[in-house]
């Protein structure tokens, strides 16, 4: 129908900016979707009493995946005020007579469209129920925060008085809510329309898969519609998006702009085409649009240094095929310092990732310019590692680890001990109380338990960045170098309410391999632990012992 987008440009207005209030004109992909999204089948037919009966429309759902900042929100806000109060449903085919009054068919705006014989007509619903659906609140909020100005500033605003409160009110009793994986009490509801945002992190494993099919299904109740939105997707991870794109339903519009695989975003000049590939030319500055593509390459340029694929999904609209090893060995050969001697006396952090028998165990120090090192103790590495012919009942020798920590300790100025705590808690409560001053902001030896993502995913991501920019070397040590290297990137869940930037957060975990990355971990943690160590106060005046 061409009277959906026709009715958006007339109703809704831009959102934010110097522009602010000024009417919504759709880009050339917006006009497309919407083309396509409310396509009606030829044999449609209408039926007066329960036009929403047989469904009328070519597609059933809508997926849209484009790349960062190319007005994704703005677009599902207008698709929402069009689902809300607009003529969103089919109402048969225009006769000889010219123009077309909304009210005609139940709508309040008292708008009129010059309909061409044979052409389809609208109409609205009669009560719209609307779920706006994102794996976070924050992500709700990018939809909704376009939302309520559209309607504010627009002639939306007599038909939609207040936007103000936890959900808005519609038209014949209707409403807009949101939902999160975090309160989805409201799932399972019968609805007529439901933006899914960002289903590119719709997974299995966040539960998110679950809450679109139950979408789905309450949709289905309504005879409504699903319009979903994302960037590029890993597709490790069997999304929605990535299951959405890749079903052989034909009654889903699927709308994507993919560059050509001879290019690799990673190089520069490479990444340079692809933007011009997937930004659509009248979104850029340059031709009137929003889209400044020098302020998203040098964004895209950031992230490629510490997150390649991550960019490539981000900027590129580039479906990438799993977050794959967390450190490139030819990078970390480039780092590899062997010859550099960390003397007695030097400030150091501390990295310790404990086990019981399967695992290593593994202390790693890191100095304040960022040199990790393996410490040496009467001639051993402190790592540990299982015997291949230990018997079954083989453990870690914690008297051995223990004591060799309390000659790094006296061989080192430690600053700070990050420790791994499981199956540790009373030789760290230990460590703790020996080595701790009585002021809390000075302690050294600390938790940093590793399964939290949150702070996790903040100490690897201060990592990679540490390996990409040169500020982190390495002594080369063999068993290090294998740990580090077997380690692979995890997509870090946090709950919904965390504030994030927007970008996906990494941990680090084992591979499908099973090699260990428990040195690796302590790494991490050695690292972490230098960079935030207290300034040192007076050198204490006593002799380093040579161990």
Known sequence: MAVAPEWIEAHCVIPDGFKQGRPFRLYDYQLAYFGAFYLVRGEAEWNPENPVLGPAFVYRRGLLVGPQKLGKGPHTAAHVCLEGSGPALFAGVAGSDDGYACADHGCRCGWEYPYEQGEPMGMPWPTPLIQITAFSQEQTDNIYDALRPMIEHGPLADLIPKTGEEFIRLPGGGRIDTVTSAANSRLGQRITFAPQD?????????????????????????????????????????????????????????????????????????????????????????????????????????????????????????????????????????????????????????????????????????????????????????????????????????????????????????????????????????????????????????????????????????????????????????????????????????????????????VFDKGDDGRKIDAGIASVLAVEAAMSMPEPAEVRESDFILI
């Open 198 to 506: 960002e289903v590119g992190i719709w997974t299995p494993r966040n539960k998110m898969v679950k809450v679109a099919d139950t979408q789905y299904r309450g949709l289905a109740g309504m005879g409504g519609r699903a319009s979903l939105t994302s960037n590029g997707w890993d597709s490790s991870e069997n999304s929605v998006a990535q299951q959405q794109y890749g079903s052989k339903a034909t009654d889903i519009y699927r709308q994507m702009m993919q560059p050509p695989r001879s290019l690799s975003y990673r190089n520069k000049a490479h990444r340079t085409k692809i933007h011009r590939i997937v930004y659509p030319p009248d979104v850029l500055r340059e031709n009137g649009g929003h889209i400044d593509l020098d302020s998203i390459a040098g964004e895209a340029d950031d992230l490629v240094v510490k997150d390649p694929q991550q960019a490539a999904r981000f900027f590129g609209n580039i479906i990438t095929s799993g977050a794959g090893h967390a450190v490139d060995p030819e990078r970390w050969a480039d780092l590899a310092r062997p010859l550099r001697i960390v003397p007695p006396g030097e400030r150091i952090g501390l990295g310790f990732d404990g086990s019981i028998s399967h695992d290593a165990t593994a202390l790693v120090a890191c100095t304040a310019d960022g040199h990790l090192f393996v410490p040496q103790v009467d001639g051993k590495a402190t790592i540990w590692t299982r015997p291949d012919n230990a018997p079954p009942d083989w453990r870690i020798p914690r008297i051995e680890v223990e004591q060799a920590l309390e000659a790094v300790m006296d061989r080192y100025l430690v600053g700070r001990m990050f420790c791994d705590p499981p199956k540790w808690f009373t030789e760290i409560e230990r460590w703790a109380e020996r080595w701790n001053p009585e002021e809390v902001a000075d302690a050294v030896v600390l938790v940093l338990d590793t399964n939290q993502p949150k702070r996790m995913a903040s100490a690897c991501d201060r990592y990679l960045i540490g390996l990409a920019e040169g500020g982190t070397t390495h002594g080369d040590h063999p068993l290090l170098t294998e740990h580090v290297l077997a380690m692979v990137k995890k997509r870090a869940y946090v709950k919904a309410d965390d504030p994030t930037d927007g970008r996906t957060r990494y």
